[in-house]
């Protein structure tokens, strides 16, 4: 961090640990396009989601090569941004298939339980059932990415009751590299803490899993999954994000932008999903952080969006890109246009007090 004014701060841009660039071109392209103003990299989900909703996950070798490609002719002109790709665990995956996935380009492989999530509908029905594929993961230094709810359960209860089986992955698949996608329960952060250290887990969290919790009103652009946390849960990640740890795992910030067009989400049964983009999720945490009173607030703000990923990731701490940070009211749009339809920021129409644009 590099302090220019009271109110003008510098830092390496941002790597976002959770993106969805989903299939439809246009909302690939304002994806990138929004994350390439204050992210050097972002990390993006393969569950793939098109226009009617159905899903096509990528979980082969070839598949992950045509998504990168995808996502490279996407990119706005000129950009920087780096995107890297978790292949989709599938029941159709097999192990022998892991490491040609990471051959081809996979940063880690992404879990998602059957029909918990948009598209999850070819997710995993038995959580057992994937150890091999984990086994094959660990043997080849192929992280992977839960998304925690265990399936058949209320989905006030799903989080929490797939620590259990968490745990057994963890201590018997030796080696394996785990980061816990948008960890949102008091419960969780607690369970990971209490690991021996030699088992390799970090955290990962979300802007509004941070400022929001089951007691706040919750319209449709609100909705996401997992479901918010009580009060206690969200101060739980309060205080994680602020840390950028909890006991001894580092804490990463991963937003989870998950856009639908307006159409979709509008409806009663709206998808879930939500599109807080990186410069505004971002310019969000710069006022908790400041509001949060820590003499040294601009550098936990800094460890949280860019060194921890960094570190865990890619074992080296190096900036390539930096954000200029200025105290700057500015009110974020409601509506970002995709091609023939929007999608909603449900920020929309709030004042934020920090802007920040790349240098």
Avoid at 228 to 239: F, K
């Amino acid at each position: 961090m590099k302090k220019v004014s009271d109110d003008v701060f510098e830092q390496p841009a941002t790597i976002n640990n959770h993106g969805h660039a989903r299939k439809v071109p246009e909302i690939t392209e304002r994806v990138l396009f929004e994350a390439d103003r204050v992210s050097s990299a972002l990390l993006c989900m393969t569950n793939l989601v098109d226009e009617s909703g159905r899903s096509t996950p990528v979980d082969a070798p070839e598949g992950i090569s045509q998504y990168d490609d995808y996502l490279d002719a996407r990119k706005p002109r000129g950009s920087q941004l780096r995107t890297y790709s978790l292949a989709t665990i599938t029941p159709q995956m097999t192990p022998d298939m892991v490491r040609p996935l990471k051959e081809a380009g996979a940063i880690g492989l992404k879990f998602l339980p059957s029909g918990m999530t948009t598209g999850s509908g070819e997710g995993i029905a038995d959580p057992r059932s994937i150890i091999p594929i984990l086994k094959a993961a660990a043997a080849c230094n192929l992280p992977w990415m839960p998304h925690c709810e265990k399936p058949g359960m209320d989905p006030n209860e799903a989080v929490n009751a797939l620590i259990p089986w968490l745990d057994y992955v963890v201590h018997n698949v030796l080696g394996l590299r785990t980061i816990v996608a948008h960890t949102n329960t008091k419960r969780l952060f607690e369970w990971g803490a209490d690991l021996p250290k030699t088992i390799d887990l970090a955290f990962e969290v979300a802007a509004h899993y941070m400022m929001r919790s089951n007691a706040d009103q919750a319209g449709p652009h609100w909705k996401c999954k997992p479901l918010y946390g009580d009060p206690e849960d969200m101060a739980a990640v309060q205080l994680a994000g602020l840390a950028g740890e909890w006991g001894s795992r580092l804490v990463i910030w991963g937003e989870d932008v998950a856009p639908h067009w307006y159409r979709h989400k509008s409806g009663e049964n709206a998808p879930f999903g939500v599109f807080l983009p990186d410069d505004v999720a971002f310019a969000w945490l710069v006022e908790f952080f400041e509001q949060s009173g820590h003499a040294n607030w601009k550098r936990r703000l800094e460890q949280l969006t860019f060194h921890n990923a960094s570190k865990w990731w890619w074992g080296t701490s190096q900036p390539t890109q930096w954000l200029r940070v200025k105290r700057e009211d500015w009110v974020v749009p409601t509506l970002y246009e995709a091609g023939i339809d929007s999608i909603v920021c449900p920020l929309g129409g709030t004042t934020l007090k920090w802007k920040a644009t790349k240098i």
